[in-house]
């Protein structure tokens, strides 16, 4: 393996090993996008590798679990190796990895390579350094690239000045962060149907990369490894018996040993009287049968109240008999028979035992839950919600670990702000159930693990969300955290058919959870799902990226003058990849310095239609406000029956869009773009 001379900077081309199926890496050309040992300030490594010590680079979809590639094994300290985040030429961004510099070789230029020809000629004749000679100049003409071919070397000559310059190292390096991970990827329906296409895909994260490529902003962004959330993070706001169902037992035995003990397992569970000698081991309380699996069509409707993160939690095998499944796009409940169940199983199991010949392990999760039968014939978790025995846990894990990892680093200060793309989304998974493609909340483990972690320095947080009804349920007890959702409710309903304007919250919670809810299809909320084409069962909205960016804008102003700048956006719901993707880099582009963003999508004047809300949306707003006044103080301007909620007359265009004759559009020629 060519060993480097210099060290690798921003914009370098050089070859990096790269998957290209799940047993194969080849060499690929490549640029160095970062270097994640540049910053001595930047602890994401030491804290990536402590916590996780299963390097990105080296996981094709055959080496997942606690695994190591045989070149890690080179490594004495695995501390030392350098990291870099490297974009793979002729590839789209979300093929970009971070990788060991043992995965990375240099390319010689010809002066160079012609330079070291001489002078190894001149201590040297012999065969086998003429050999040598002739396998570089045949590795330089046989450099591979992807399907998209050889990028311009101007462009990436500019991205290296960029990051260099005074602006790229005293602005985007400390500002906006950006957390990303091929393996949440991986979380995919087991039918990778091109028939039925299910809502929440991996194609998401690609087109959100890909318009924000195409927008030229990767370049601003600091980029962040990513890590997996541990069992004892994920149980500060989930059940352990719910952790259990979704991740390897593996890990749960390997992890719990130190803060599990048989009372605080008993503790969790109040629908069974354990005697001393009922919990004998985590394997034993988490190995729970599908067949015990009550039929849902017996079950009663969910409860009204939701509970604490305190609360105590149910066992995984009456989960759904507590509650009525439902789906989040509708439709026919399905129950799996028991054929069917065990036929999964055994062809999973089948496919872990494979790995594990090849690799020598492999992890496997089958939930209690997975017992509903998809439209495309795979199985599902309430009904519409996917899960990959092999990948599956493995993403969900990385999801809240990369959140955690990004929040860490907004609150000691090495960044401003940050975007987690990350999936699977979480605001639907309560303490104890997994619904609407959600299996860890991601956005309650990180609040939980920042309000114990920093105790001095985050007191309160403020989530801003488009009804998450397991983030409310966490935390609806909890004066700490306030809890603002905007969404479609349609008087209950409407998915998930919780966010009802006069739950405000329980016992020290109660006026620190604010439901904004709207009744009708020409009100807005701020969801992704309410982003225009999306289907009506799912949003039905038609809020347009620049929407989305004035939400994120106003947002961000809110957090300047509160929270000094302090603001994180995670990717939640959204399945529609165009508009997701342009209404996703709308609003990320907000969080970035305002030099670095067109004077266009900064001001508020002229960028509206209308300032009026219609009258649907004016009785909502009413109604919220006539509940939360117990809570919270309004100025007398606000609580006058009169008042419309007009927005600033500054903000309305003066010639608009609506008053103008209707003239066809040519479509619009874009440009390819190459390089960061």
Same mark, same amino acid.
């Given at each position: 393996?060519?060993?480097?001379?210099?060290?690798?900077?921003?914009?370098?081309?050089?070859?990096?090993?790269?998957?290209?199926?799940?047993?194969?890496?080849?060499?690929?050309?490549?640029?160095?996008?970062?270097?994640?040992?540049?910053?001595?300030?930047?602890?994401?490594?030491?804290?990536?590798?402590?916590?996780?010590?299963?390097?990105?680079?080296?996981?094709?979809?055959?080496?997942?679990?606690?695994?190591?590639?045989?070149?890690?094994?080179?490594?004495?300290?695995?501390?030392?190796?350098?990291?870099?985040?490297?974009?793979?030429?002729?590839?789209?961004?979300?093929?970009?990895?971070?990788?060991?510099?043992?995965?990375?070789?240099?390319?010689?230029?010809?002066?160079?390579?012609?330079?070291?020809?001489?002078?190894?000629?001149?201590?040297?004749?012999?065969?086998?350094?003429?050999?040598?000679?002739?396998?570089?100049?045949?590795?330089?003409?046989?450099?591979?690239?992807?399907?998209?071919?050889?990028?311009?070397?101007?462009?990436?000559?500019?991205?290296?000045?960029?990051?260099?310059?005074?602006?790229?190292?005293?602005?985007?390096?400390?500002?906006?962060?950006?957390?990303?991970?091929?393996?949440?990827?991986?979380?995919?329906?087991?039918?990778?149907?091109?028939?039925?296409?299910?809502?929440?895909?991996?194609?998401?994260?690609?087109?959100?990369?890909?318009?924000?490529?195409?927008?030229?902003?990767?370049?601003?962004?600091?980029?962040?490894?990513?890590?997996?959330?541990? /069992?004892?993070?994920?149980?500060?706001?989930?059940?352990?018996?719910?952790?259990?169902?979704?991740?390897?037992?593996?890990?749960?035995?390997?992890?719990?040993?130190?803060?599990?003990?048989?009372?605080?397992?008993?503790?969790?569970?109040?629908?069974?009287?354990?005697?001393?000698?009922?919990?004998?081991?985590?394997?034993?309380?988490?190995?729970?049968?599908?067949?015990?699996?009550?039929?849902?069509?017996?079950?009663?409707?969910?409860?009204?109240?939701?509970?604490?993160?305190?609360?105590?939690?149910?066992?995984?095998?009456? /989960?759904?008999?507590?509650?009525?499944?439902?789906?989040?796009?509708?439709?026919?409940?399905?129950? =799996?028979?028991?054929?069917?169940?065990?036929?999964?199983?055994?062809?999973?199991?089948?496919?872990?035992?494979?790995?594990?010949?090849?690799?020598?392990?492999?992890?496997?999760?089958?939930?209690?839950?997975?017992?509903?039968?998809?439209?495309?014939?795979?199985?599902?978790?309430?009904?519409?919600?996917?899960?990959?025995?092999?990948?599956?846990?493995?993403? =969900?894990?990385?999801?809240?670990?990369?959140?955690?990892?990004?929040?860490?680093?907004?609150?000691?200060?090495?960044?401003?702000?940050?975007?987690?793309?990350?999936?699977?989304?979480?605001?639907?998974?309560?303490?104890?159930?997994?619904?609407?493609?959600?299996?860890?909340?991601?956005?309650?483990?990180?609040?939980?693990?920042?309000?114990?972690?920093?105790?001095?320095?985050?007191?309160?947080?403020?989530?801003?969300?488009?009804?998450?009804?397991?983030?409310?349920?966490?935390?609806?007890?909890?004066?700490?955290?306030?809890?603002?959702?905007?969404?479609?409710?349609?008087?209950?309903?409407?998915?998930?058919?919780?966010?009802?304007?006069?739950?405000?919250?329980?016992?020290?919670?109660?006026?620190?959870?604010?439901?904004?809810?709207?009744?009708?299809?020409?009100?807005?909320?701020?969801?992704?799902?309410?982003?225009?084409?999306?289907?009506?069962?799912?949003?039905?909205?038609?809020?347009?990226?620049?929407?989305?960016?004035?939400?994120?804008?106003?947002?961000?102003?809110?957090?300047?003058?509160?929270?000094?700048?302090?603001?994180?956006?995670?990717?939640?719901?959204?399945?529609?990849?165009?508009?997701?993707?342009?209404?996703?880099?709308?609003?990320?582009?907000?969080?970035?310095?305002?030099?670095?963003?067109?004077?266009?999508?900064?001001?508020?004047?002229?960028?509206?239609?209308?300032?009026?809300?219609?009258?649907?949306?004016?009785?909502?707003?009413?109604?919220?406000?006539?509940?939360?006044?117990?809570?919270?103080?309004?100025?007398?301007?606000?609580?006058?029956?009169?008042?419309?909620?007009?927005?600033?007359?500054?903000?309305?265009?003066?010639?608009?869009?609506?008053?103008?004759?209707?003239?066809?559009?040519?479509?619009?020629? /874009?440009?390819?773009?190459?390089?960061?």
């Amino acid at each position: 393996m060519t060993q480097q001379t210099k060290p690798y900077r921003a914009g370098d081309q050089v070859e990096a090993l790269k998957w290209v199926n799940d047993d194969t890496r080849e060499w690929y050309c490549a640029r160095i996008v970062t270097n994640g040992n540049e910053r001595s300030t930047n602890t994401t490594l030491k804290r990536s590798i402590h916590t996780n010590d299963n390097d990105t680079h080296l996981h094709g979809k055959k080496k997942i679990g606690n695994m190591k590639h045989e070149e890690d094994n080179e490594n004495e300290n695995e501390h030392e190796e350098l990291v870099f985040f490297v974009h793979y030429e002729g590839w789209t961004a979300d093929h970009a990895d971070w990788i060991g510099i043992s995965s990375i070789r240099q390319i010689m230029d010809e002066e160079a390579e012609e330079e070291s020809e001489e002078e190894k000629s001149k201590g040297s004749s012999s065969s086998s350094s003429r050999r040598r000679q002739q396998q570089q100049r045949r590795r330089r003409r046989q450099l591979k690239y992807g399907p998209l071919g050889k990028e311009s070397e101007t462009s990436w000559a500019d991205y290296r000045t960029f990051y260099y310059s005074q602006e790229g190292l005293s602005l985007v390096k400390h500002h906006t962060g950006l957390v990303q991970d091929q393996r949440m990827l991986w979380h995919d329906c087991p039918c990778h149907s091109q028939e039925h296409i299910h809502p929440e895909r991996p194609d998401r994260i690609n087109a959100i990369l890909k318009a924000l490529y195409n927008d030229r902003l990767l370049r601003y962004f600091s980029r962040l490894r990513s890590r997996e959330a541990t /069992i004892k993070e994920l149980v500060r706001v989930h059940g352990l018996l719910h952790v259990g169902s979704y991740c390897p037992m593996e890990s749960m035995e390997n992890e719990t040993d130190h803060f599990i003990t048989e009372s605080n397992l008993r503790a969790t569970d109040t629908t069974t009287t354990m005697n001393s000698n009922s919990v004998l081991s985590v394997r034993e309380l988490l190995n729970q049968s599908p067949s015990e699996t009550p039929s849902p069509s017996s079950s009663p409707p969910p409860p009204t109240t939701p509970a604490s993160p305190n609360d105590l939690i149910t066992t995984p095998k009456n /989960i759904i008999s507590l509650r009525k499944a439902q789906g989040m796009e509708g439709g026919k409940v399905v129950k =799996a028979d028991r054929n069917q169940i065990r036929k999964q199983r055994r062809r999973f199991s089948s496919a872990a035992a494979s790995h594990a010949a090849l690799n020598g392990t492999a992890t496997l999760v089958n939930p209690p839950q997975l017992v509903y039968e998809m439209i495309c014939g795979e199985l599902a978790i309430e009904v519409d919600t996917p899960f990959h025995p092999l990948y599956t846990s493995i993403s =969900a894990r990385l999801a809240a670990g990369s959140l955690m990892e990004l929040t860490d680093q907004v609150v000691e200060g090495s960044l401003r702000n940050g975007f987690a793309l990350i999936r699977p989304p979480g605001h639907h998974a309560e303490n104890d159930r997994a619904m609407g493609f959600c299996f860890f909340n991601n956005v309650a483990v990180a609040v939980a693990s920042t309000l114990e972690k920093y105790p001095n320095t985050i007191k309160k947080v403020l989530i801003i969300d488009c009804h998450g009804n397991g983030t409310e349920k966490i935390f609806y007890k909890n004066p700490n955290v306030l809890y603002i959702s905007l969404h479609r409710w349609e008087h209950g309903h409407f998915y998930p058919r919780t966010g009802a304007p006069d739950q405000c919250g329980e016992d020290s919670g109660e006026g620190f959870n604010v439901n904004i809810a709207f009744n009708t299809s020409k009100e807005k909320p701020t969801g992704f799902d309410a982003a225009e084409g999306h289907p009506d069962n799912i949003g039905g909205y038609q809020v347009t990226p620049r929407g989305f960016a004035l939400l994120t804008k106003l947002t961000k102003d809110l957090a300047e003058e509160m929270c000094q700048g302090r603001l994180i956006l995670s990717l939640e719901g959204g399945y529609e990849l165009e508009p997701l993707a342009n209404s996703a880099a709308a609003c990320v582009a907000q969080l970035l310095p305002a030099k670095l963003v067109p004077d266009s999508q900064l001001k508020y004047e002229g960028c509206l239609r209308s300032i009026k809300p219609n009258l649907g949306a004016v009785d909502s707003l009413y109604t919220v406000i006539e509940i939360q006044r117990k809570y919270w103080h309004f100025s007398n301007e606000l609580l006058d029956p009169s008042f419309r909620f007009l927005l600033p007359q500054e903000w309305r265009a003066k010639d608009s869009i609506s008053i103008r004759p209707k003239r066809m559009v040519k479509p619009m020629k /874009i440009t390819a773009v190459q390089g960061y």
